[in-house]
Nanobody
């Protein structure tokens, strides 16, 4: 299984970025997908998750209303649209996969390598 993130970068506060995660080696629609992030000196934290069908989404309180997770099962890709970015959103963002939304929000089975998002004030 391989999860490859892209789309990170440097953005000013208030700006937007869209992260992508391309998955291979798994039956994509059968897996819930999630995004986590880890800021310097902090533990990795849950950001968002989506069920295999895409019908149900979950968000951390800190990003609710600003971030949107979505997926395209035809492209084996999950996205994280991030709007109204703030300096506290600066972190390495990781894509994750698991067989259920409950598991992907807590102890994902598969992880990507991460992509850096830096928000300047």
């Amino acid at each position: 299984v391989q999860l490859v993130e892209s789309g990170g970068g440097l953005v000013q506060a208030g700006g937007s970025l869209r992260l992508s995660c391309a998955a291979s080696g798994l039956t994509f629609s059968g897996y819930a997908m999630g995004w986590f992030r880890q800021a310097p000196g902090k533990e990795r934290e849950f950001v968002a998750a989506i069920t295999g069908s895409g019908s149900i989404t979950y968000y951390a309180d800190s990003v609710k209303g600003r971030f949107t997770i979505s997926r395209d099962n035809a492209k084996n890709t999950v996205y994280l649209q991030m709007n109204s970015l703030q300096p506290q959103d600066t972190a390495v963002y990781y894509c994750a996969a698991a067989v259920s939304a409950r598991v992907v929000r807590s102890t994902p089975t598969y992880w990507g390598q991460g992509t850096q998002v830096t928000v300047s004030s």
